[in-house]
């Protein structure tokens, strides 16, 4: 009975390795192979003289093992020799020197023998499986999967993919209105692939620019031919984004295609992002006109670079400021990151206008202002009294991470002093 167990618990071993994933049959046979010998070697101390061979189709195996035949009197290792008496039981033709070969039962070898078998064939099925996992996946990484979200927890969410491969999206990585139940199918890219202790961690994103890129690709065959190509992409993900492309066949609007008839490329790449706003934009080499493309749909009157700081300072007209700026400053942030330009934004003073004063530093206001709050308005580049005054006081706020009622009494402070010779400023 025991040994009918021990056979059907081998088979067991067998039909279960035959179920694994993206393992070929050289593999399959190879690591079935180290196993058996793994094992005989713990037993008889070597596994030299052993043949093994595996049918991993039929579920089956061979053991052949290989003897020298000694006189009987000199048999010291049963394992390496057998004696001639017991060779010419086999085939009495049989004489010193020559080798016997005789097929070896596994089960003969007990069930200690079996279980250190199928412990073996278990580790090292584990670690081609992991290793199987990181060579599909680091061939993926920038490319977008579907997923079945299976479990949800509060920094992360595990899915599955077709083959039941555990992937993971962090809440990091995923759109800030983001809402998944369990068993919805979820779409993000591979955005890197961990193996840290030879345990591989496939990390999704939802939230990388090269998610967006790669929906654009798949919406729009222009791009995907390679007729259109995306050049940079700015992203806050479920807020805005802003995106430059170019062509480089003059008969292709490459800002039109994207965008497709009535909208119906863009769409659909919209809905996927949470009804993520997406601007796209013509890119040009010329960084002043690509400046200005960025900050729309404001129109700019003036725009002065300084290329070694990668600095911008553009002029508006009053109305137009808040436009540049953008909701919670979302479309100058946005054109910062598109551009890779720190941009700051200035009203253009009436030229009708009767002339001011003359301009006065900050530091002459030390005795209203305190320093620290001069200072960190000095920090972003601004260091008189009439560049505060001709700033939108949103960016103020966001550059310096002064409180609101700071700048305001700093404003309130400036314009004092200027009385109502200085243009008013934007709220």
Same mark, same amino acid.
């Given at each position: 009975?025991?040994?009918?167990?021990?056979? %059907?618990?081998? %088979?067991?071993?067998?039909?279960? +390795?035959?179920?694994? @994933?993206?393992? #070929?049959?050289?593999?399959?046979?190879?690591?079935?192979?180290?196993?058996?010998?793994?094992?005989?070697?713990k037993m008889f101390g070597t #596994?030299?003289?052993? #043949?093994?061979?595996?049918?991993?189709?039929?579920?089956?195996?061979?053991?052949?093992?290989?003897?020298?035949?000694?006189?009987?009197?000199?048999?010291?290792?049963?394992?390496? /020799?057998?004696?001639?008496?017991?060779?010419? @039981?086999?085939?009495?033709?049989?004489? $010193?020197?020559?080798?016997?070969?005789?097929?070896?039962?596994?089960?003969?070898?007990?069930?200690?023998?079996?279980?250190?078998?199928?412990?073996?064939?278990?580790?090292?099925?584990?670690?081609?499986?992991?290793?199987?996992?990181?060579?599909?996946?680091?061939?993926?990484?920038?490319?977008?999967?579907?997923?079945?979200?299976?479990?949800?927890?509060?920094?992360?969410?595990?899915?599955?993919?077709?083959?039941?491969?555990?992937?993971?999206?962090? @809440?990091?990585?995923?759109?800030?209105?983001?809402?998944?139940?369990?068993?919805?199918?979820?779409?993000?890219?591979?955005?890197?692939? $961990?193996?840290?202790?030879?345990?591989?961690?496939?990390?999704?994103?939802?939230?990388?620019?090269?998610?967006? /890129?790669?929906?654009?690709?798949?919406?729009?065959?222009?791009?995907?031919?390679?007729?259109?190509?995306?050049?940079?992409?700015?992203?806050?993900?479920?807020?805005r984004a802003k995106i430059a492309?170019?062509?480089?066949?003059?008969?292709?609007?490459?800002?039109?295609?994207?965008?497709?008839?009535?909208?119906?490329?863009?769409?659909?790449?919209?809905?996927?992002?949470?009804? &993520?706003?997406?601007? !796209?934009?013509?890119?040009?080499a010329n960084t002043s006109l690509?400046?200005?493309?960025?900050?729309?749909?404001?129109?700019?009157?003036?725009?002065?670079?300084?290329?070694? #700081?990668?600095?911008?300072?553009?002029?508006?007209?009053?109305?137009?400021?808040?436009?540049?700026?953008?909701?919670?400053?979302?479309?100058?942030?946005?054109?910062?990151?598109?551009?890779?330009?720190?941009?700051?934004? +200035?009203?253009?003073?009436?030229?009708?206008?009767?002339?001011?004063?003359?301009?006065?530093?900050?530091?002459?206001?030390?005795?209203?202002?305190?320093?620290?709050?001069?200072?960190?308005?000095?920090?972003?580049?601004?260091?008189?009294?009439?560049?505060?005054?001709?700033?939108?006081? &949103?960016?103020?706020?966001?550059?310096?991470?002064? $409180?609101?009622?700071?700048?305001?009494?700093?404003?309130? !402070?400036?314009?004092?002093? +200027?009385?109502?010779?200085?243009?008013?400023?934007?709220?």
């Open positions: 009975m025991a040994k009918k167990e021990e056979t %059907i618990s081998l %088979i067991d071993t067998f039909s279960e +390795f035959k179920e694994l @994933k993206n393992i #070929d049959r050289t593999t399959m046979v190879s690591v079935l192979e180290e196993s058996f010998r793994s094992v005989i070697a #596994d030299e003289n052993y #043949d093994v061979i595996v049918n991993p189709d039929k579920g089956d195996f061979e053991i052949w093992r290989n003897r020298e035949v000694v006189a009987d009197e000199d048999l010291t290792n049963p394992n390496m /020799q057998i004696s001639l008496s017991e060779a010419q @039981k086999i085939d009495a033709s049989y004489e $010193e020197g020559e080798e016997v070969t005789d097929e070896v039962i596994f089960a003969k070898f007990g069930r200690r023998a079996i279980l250190n078998l199928r412990q073996t064939l278990a580790s090292k099925i584990l670690e081609l499986e992991k290793d199987s996992l990181y060579n599909k996946y680091i061939d993926k990484v920038g490319n977008i999967i579907n997923a079945e979200v299976y479990q949800i927890w509060k920094k992360e969410m595990l899915l599955l993919d077709d083959e039941g491969n555990e992937l993971l999206l962090p @809440k990091t990585e995923q759109i800030p209105s983001d809402f998944y139940r369990k068993g919805e199918t979820a779409r993000a890219v591979v955005a890197r692939v $961990e193996n840290k202790n030879n345990n591989p961690k496939i990390i999704l994103s939802r939230t990388s620019p090269m998610f967006l /890129q790669r929906l654009f690709e798949m919406e729009v065959p222009e791009i995907n031919d390679g007729l259109i190509t995306i050049k940079r992409i700015a992203r806050i993900p479920g807020e492309v170019e062509s480089y066949d003059d008969r292709i609007d490459p800002v039109g295609a994207c965008v497709g008839v009535k909208g119906s490329r863009i769409h659909g790449i919209v809905r996927e992002l949470r009804n &993520e706003n997406i601007d !796209v934009i013509n890119y040009t690509f400046i200005q493309r960025a900050l729309s749909p404001a129109r700019i009157s003036s725009i002065r670079l300084n290329e070694e #700081d990668k600095k911008a300072e553009v002029f508006l007209k009053p109305e137009e400021v808040s436009l540049a700026i953008g909701k919670g400053g979302l479309n100058i942030k946005l054109a910062s990151m598109l551009t890779e330009y720190t941009i700051d934004v +200035f009203r253009e003073l009436d030229e009708n206008a009767p002339e001011a004063d003359e301009d006065i530093y900050l530091d002459e206001f030390k005795d209203e202002i305190d320093g620290w709050v001069i200072d960190a308005i000095k920090a972003i580049g601004i260091d008189t009294a009439k560049s505060v005054l001709n700033a939108p006081r &949103e960016m103020l706020i966001e550059k310096t991470d002064l $409180e609101e009622e700071t700048v305001d009494e700093v404003i309130r !402070v400036l314009k004092q002093e +200027f009385e109502e010779e200085q243009p008013m400023q934007q709220e």
